[in-house]
């Protein structure tokens, strides 16, 4: 149920943090390790710049507080249903822009 809501986070943030001039991409693929699966979410929006790729998983912490469109909840509740199971959560620059999660579950 964790790992569903998760998922459902992130398909949200990709849909409300989309790029104005674009239509809204997103893409899910999955990856088997020997000791893990790693999850990729990645999206076309506008994107979180560098700095901020950290500080967004605290609660309350909004790349842009003045969008009004989210309550900085979301990827705070993401990293503590990873850290509940054991997994990692990461964030990266999508090519030609948005921004890539990558999950990292224990198998």
Not at 9 to 15: K, R, Y
Not at 21 to 47: F, K, M, Q, Y
Not at 58 to 65: E, G, K, L, S
Not at 79 to 102: F, M, N, Q, S, Y
Request: with cysteine; net charge positive; hydrophobic share 35%.
């Amino acid at each position: 149920m964790l790992l569903r809501q998760l998922l459902q986070n992130l398909i949200d943030n990709a849909m409300k943090y989309r790029h104005p001039a674009r239509p809204c991409h997103t893409t899910v693929s999955a990856e088997a390790h020997p000791d893990a699966w790693v999850v990729r979410l990645g999206d076309n929006g506008i994107g979180i710049p560098p700095d901020q790729r950290r500080r967004v998983f605290d609660m309350f912490a909004q790349v842009d507080p003045k969008q009004q469109k989210g309550y900085g909840i979301g990827l705070s509740t993401c990293l503590r249903i990873l850290d509940r199971h054991h997994g990692k959560i990461a964030l990266e620059e999508t090519p030609g822009g948005g921004t890539t999660v990558c999950l990292t579950l224990p198998k």
